[in-house]
């Protein structure tokens, strides 16, 4: 019932953008931190890009990470996508932890991924 599910993934080309959205339903999103995640083959799972509860939509190099509580919703913008960006993306939550930022905090809840394949 508790889930997070990504959509938007798809095969493109260099250069180009896309847009990847993480819903969650059977519970609402607001007090959370936010994360997105990128599961490369042969590679450690890395960080994209993370907000914090108060935190406004935060530009991280070519991806913008945003969110609407009303919507439950958030949001990884990926602009001039380059093949290194293939992978599966995920979205995860966590409780904001009272210090430090969320780049450094652990993320325990997680959608199933959706994968962006960027490719000529």
């Known amino acids: 019932q508790l889930q997070l599910v990504e959509s938007g993934g798809g095969l493109v080309q260099p250069g180009e953008s896309l847009r990847l959205s993480c819903t969650a339903s059977?519970?609402?999103?607001?007090?959370?931190?936010i994360g997105w995640f990128r599961q490369a083959p042969g590679k450690e799972r890395e960080g994209v890009a993370c907000?914090?509860?108060n935190s406004a939509d935060s530009v991280r190099g070519r991806f913008t990470i945003s969110r609407d509580n009303a919507k439950n919703t958030a949001y990884l913008q990926m602009a001039a996508l380059e093949p290194d960006d293939t992978g599966v993306y995920l979205c995860?939550?966590?409780?904001?932890?009272?210090?430090?930022?969320?780049?450094?905090?652990?993320?325990?809840?997680w959608g199933q991924g959706t994968q962006v394949t960027v490719s000529s």
């Open positions: 995860a939550v966590t409780i904001p932890y009272h210090s430090g930022t969320c780049a450094e905090w652990k993320f325990d809840f």
């Open positions: 059977g519970f609402t999103l607001e007090p959370y931190a």
């Open positions: 907000m914090g509860t």
